[in-house]
């Protein structure tokens, strides 16, 4: 009692815990805890998933199927019934327009007593469902109406469940929690902010949000309430303070001034086979900006695939060797970082630049020296996997780092590697393009430079959406194919034959297209559970066109280059992401020749054909990834998991593009006005940042 009494002496009414509610005792707050309820403001930023509008209350014969309902009625029978071997509780309810049957399939022997005790009308609100023309409802909830009480509720919340905790318990407890503490709520937008982009106070939105004046209006998709306009701008505004702090952060970081050496760069000039293309080129003018300004480099290079990043990270990694430090490239798999290897290292033996190799599968003493060569700083050009951010390799004089498809890692391994130089310069690269609406947020802290173009005559890849059946045409183009001396890739989503699934899979496809298809030309096989080794020595078998076919899962998915490859067959394309099957399709037409994608539709329906056709209309990776977005959500993009924006509670980053926009306006507005956010007006946004803080610190504690 005494602890709970200083706490709600507590400074910050709103970081208290839970408990200090009325009604809440230990064993509830386990509960919402367990929900990751532990704190007032949990509570309060816990926002209803939608409404039920008990004022007046339909009749049974007004109430439609498949929405959630609230109706008041008379219970006609409650008794036990066996259902195919199962005990079941069925309660029929009228109220003279009609009868809906309540059935609980987990319930205790109380719940027949309160039912058989009831004499009076109850309220039943839960989903109405139709079965065999009965209306029917699962596990309702259901309270007695008192007499005369009939209108008791008005608009109510429903929030999604929390598990030993009835709707009904948790509503009595947001009505708490919205009296008592709302008014304790401090404003954390300033006024004119509000003003400006007109939203309501915080409060009243709270107020608003949880228990609403008004009828649940229908808004159009695009649009929000106006309290929950106000709740989302304040979440996006927060991150994007996050963000933007970040950014200051690493913006004042010196680094290294690398020179710019003319000779050597013609030098490096006359060994490539190809001119870069103004992209690269323009690109490589901002990295060298970057370079030689003193401060340390924070740049994202996205583009397509097939667009020349590899050239330009070498490029990058040559000026800074010139000027006396290592390099360090790292990759998220075993293939990846063995061709950047094989790429990088015939200019670095042409320019006698001393380079290694560092991954997991490299045999142990070999392992060893390679390290010390690394920590003695013999070795300039390092390349690797994960293998190079483990705590025991060190470097010498470490001033890149270069890490591609960054999507494949997170921003902590980032900095692991980082941490292994004194501030070195930072360049990631990815091929997963983001909308531009989202990119500058999602990489707040990285400045992003775009390769837009693709080098001259590369061949567009046809792509073509066939049904499962339609399968004869595919094994066709593909003998053809074969015929001219060009290779093919098939794609399955599955390594194993799987009981429970219909899904084809890699290892009896293998066998049914070698013995059944295709027995004249070789059929390799490649997926995640075939040791480093094996896979590398099969890579190099399809590279030297000892394998024709090669089927596969996933794992060919980034950056492998075989410029004989002209089909890439996608079995279940459905199963696949608009920008995992872009990427799939970045595999072919990296030669001269004309080059094919063939997307074999199954058991998908109408709507994943209509998304799959996309794919045949543009080759666009960024109106790719848009569409991914706007049909799938920011969720299945690649990257946005490592970012703030996973954790967005309330904002819908397809809905909310126009309210982030505002925020980030809003915020970058009150950095310029206050960089280190200490004028008194502005403490209450410093303590919510704060609280954030401590929160991704707890997080970060937990991993
Ligand atoms: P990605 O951006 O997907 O990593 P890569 O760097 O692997 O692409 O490049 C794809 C292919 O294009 C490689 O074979 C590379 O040698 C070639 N390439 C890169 N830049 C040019 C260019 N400017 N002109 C012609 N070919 C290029
Ligand atoms: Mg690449």
Redesign the pocket.
Known sequence: MAGQQSELLCADPLRQSVQVVKGVGPQLARKLEARGLTTVEDLLFNLPVGYVDHRGGRRINELRAGEYVSFVANIFSAKEVQYRRRRLLEVVLSDGSGLVTAKWFHYGAWLVKRFNRVRGKVRVSGTLRLFGGRLEMHHPEVEEVEAGQQEIGGIVPRYSAIPGVSRRTYRRLMAEVVNCYVPRVPETLPAAVRRYFDLLDLQTALRQVHFPSRGPEKYPSSTVSPELRRLIFEELFFLELQILRGRQRLCGEAGQAMTLDKDFLRRVGKL??????AA?RRVMREIAADLSSGRAMNRLVQ???????????LLTALIVIANGFQAAVMAPTEILAQQHFF?MASYARALGIPFTLLTSRIAAAEKKSRTEAIARGEASLVVGTHALIQERVTFNRLGLVII?EQHRFGVLQRLALRRKGVNPHLLV?T?TPIPRTLAMTLYGDLEVST?DEL????PQVQTVVLEARERKRVYELLRQEFLLGRQAYVIYPLVEESENSELQDVVSMTSHLQDQVFPDIKVGMLHGRLSSEEKQAIMTDFARKKIQLLVATTVIEV?I?V?DATVMVIEHPERFGLSQLHQLR?RVG?GKHPSHCILVHQGGGRESRARLAIMEQTNDGFRIAEEDLRLRGPGELAGVQQSGFANLKMANLLRDVGILRGARRAAMALIARDPEIEKPEHAAIRSKLQRQNEQAAALLGTC
């Open positions: 490539l086979p190809f001119k870069l293309t690269q583009g397509d695939v097939g667009c020349g990043k590899t050239i330009v990270a790429n591609d690269m091929a390769i080098p001259p005559g590369r950056g280059d410029p970045g990296r």
